[in-house]
């Protein structure tokens, strides 16, 4: 969330308000509600005072421990309401049906409120509006779309549609992650260990050579000093970096885009490769799903790269809708990214011609999708070099840092 200054007339008087909010026109709608009868002439992003950062700290450290919505949840909800809806049951009541229904409790105080709002009067893209964070944007585009259209129920099942192939895409890189991850752990654990039990009952032997040891074995007496003497305090400095270093990403736009542009550089094996492909597969699948459910160009690509989480693709992205505004083709915005390769250029340049953008689009995500597949099932052939290179480091470092100095004592006694 940033803050914007918000300049506001009445009766020729300008006044200022600091409104809290996620993009210039969020505050200015913001404004108009909460200031009613007020003239809103412009919103300006500023900075917050001191006693609002301190605010803002505590309020996310308290969502950083409040447990997300399960995307399987918010599917199987948004899937029951597209169904009770084609079977002529009113939006209000099939919300009704799913809060009293759902498990969830987050989910059901949601529904709960967006089903009081809707009997109260309000529009359904009004009453889920408060919950963009917890649905996303493209689930308030396809609202939007089936409410103007009246045909709520195939938006659901679109977006429903949507939502699944995000989470399947997410399940399969963490099935292939997890047992890289295990086996790193599992290897940092026992190499701890080693150095915590075994390298003590040698540190007597070496003390006794009183001749300079091998920097292997410097290296592991060091360590076991550490890790002894100092264990928890580096267990505990490692957890407060690591929560600090999480929360700055979080918070801080600037930071996160340092990091965020740093993981895509090519010299990060195989992490740039998979945040790349997953990200574009993800916004060319949500824009090609919009073009083609009707929604225009322009609207589709505000929706579609506010589901971007890299900030530096995302700035990249935002830099197509200006371009288009400006009469350049939708192609030509998409090249000045220099984020696609010219084959997939071609192919978006000839959807435009010949008004099949939404097919070419299509085309455009299944390429997207069989680059970051095929990453994802080679994965382990991919991480096993590292693998053996970490493991033959460790093992390499404490067979020598223990033999060496008995080999030269073994010189020692021929002498």
């Not at 080679?378 to 493991?391: G, R, S, V």
């Amino acid at each position: 969330m940033n803050y914007y200054k918000v300049t506001m007339s009445r009766r020729g008087k300008r006044s200022y308000e600091i409104v809290k909010a996620k993009s210039k026109i969020s505050a200015i709608r913001t404004a108009k509600q909460e200031f009613s009868g007020f003239n809103i002439i412009k919103a300006e992003e500023t900075t917050p005072n001191i006693g609002d950062r301190i605010a803002d700290f505590f309020s996310s450290l308290k969502g950083s421990f409040q447990p997300k919505i399960d995307i399987s949840n918010k599917i199987s909800s948004i899937r029951q309401i597209a169904v009770m809806t084609d079977a002529g049951i009113s939006i209000h009541d099939a919300i009704d049906e799913v809060a009293k229904n759902t498990e969830n409790e987050r989910l059901k105080k949601i529904y709960s409120t967006i089903s009081n709002d809707i009997n109260a009067g309000k529009g359904i893209s009004d009453s889920i509006e408060p919950y963009r964070e917890d649905f996303g944007h493209v689930a308030l585009a396809m609202t939007n779309l089936g409410e103007k259209t009246g045909n709520i129920s195939g938006a659901y099942h679109k977006l429903a549609d949507i939502l699944e192939s995000i989470r399947d895409n997410t399940k399969k890189f963490k099935k292939a992650i997890r047992t890289p991850l295990i086996t790193f752990v599992a290897m940092g654990i026992a190499f701890t260990i080693l150095i915590m039990v075994v390298v003590p009952k040698f540190k007597a032997m070496f003390e006794k050579f009183k001749a300079e040891l091998p920097l292997p074995t410097q290296i592991l007496l060091f360590l076991e000093n550490i890790l002894n003497n100092y264990g928890l305090y580096v267990l505990g400095g490692l957890a407060t970096i690591i929560f600090i270093f999480i929360h700055t990403y979080k918070t801080n736009k600037n930071f996160k885009y340092r990091v965020d542009k740093i993981l895509i550089h090519p010299r990060f094996y195989l992490i740039h490769k998979v945040i790349f492909f997953s990200t574009m597969h993800k916004y060319t699948l949500v824009f090609g799903e919009l073009v083609r459910a009707g929604i225009p160009v322009s609207e589709a690509l505000d929706t579609a790269v506010d589901m971007v989480e890299n900030l530096y693709i995302k700035q990249k992205l935002l830099t197509v809708n200006a371009n288009i505004a400006r009469g350049i083709s939708l192609s030509e915005a998409l090249e000045q990214t220099e984020l696609f390769e010219n084959m997939l250029l071609q192919m978006i340049r000839a959807g435009e011609s010949s008004g099949q953008l939404d097919m070419m689009l299509e085309k455009v995500t299944n390429y997207y999708d069989s680059r970051f597949q095929d990453l994802i099932d080679n994965l382990a052939a991919y991480i096993e070099p590292i693998m053996l290179f970490f493991i033959a480091g460790l093992v390499l470092l404490m067979a020598l840092g223990i033999f060496m100095p008995m080999w030269d004592l073994g010189k020692a006694v021929k002498r």
